[in-house]
Nanobody, 118 residues
Framework: QVQLVESGGGLVQPGGSLTLSCAASGSIFSRYVMGWYRQAPGKQRELVATITTRGFTNYVDPVKGRFTISKDYAKNTVYLQMNSLKTKDTAVYYC????????????WGQGTQVIVSS
């Protein structure tokens, strides 16, 4: 089973930066699309960014130009660099591993809280 361990969340001022990390249990990047999701209070979990097995990245409009998803094969770790943070970025951020061959068998991290507040 794939295990994802997240870290890097915390409190940051609006306009500040934060980088989240997601360490995978094995060398899965050749088989899984990695993604970051977030869930704000009272809202459903939503996609933030993905990076494919080939390294193609995708971002939702609210974070385009501010967030960057990347992965380190040697460390089996995916990152989400968040710049110019806004209060509406406040959420619990979740790491996701998706195997396109098994679309209903996603793996999720435990979540890490990001609070953007003055």
């Amino acid at each position: 089973q794939v295990q994802l361990v997240e870290s890097g969340g915390g409190l940051v001022q609006p306009g500040g930066s934060l980088t989240l990390s997601c360490a995978a249990s094995g060398s899965i990047f050749s088989r899984y699309v990695m993604g970051w999701y977030r869930q704000a209070p009272g809202k459903q979990r939503e996609l933030v960014a993905t990076i494919t097995t080939r390294g193609f990245t995708n971002y939702v409009d609210p974070v385009k130009g501010r967030f960057t998803i990347s992965k380190d094969y040697a460390k089996n770790t995916v990152y989400l660099q968040m710049n110019s943070l806004k209060t509406k970025d406040t959420a619990v951020y979740y790491c996701n591993a998706h195997n396109p061959l098994f679309p209903y068998n996603d793996y999720w991290g435990q979540g890490t809280q990001v609070i953007v507040s003055s």
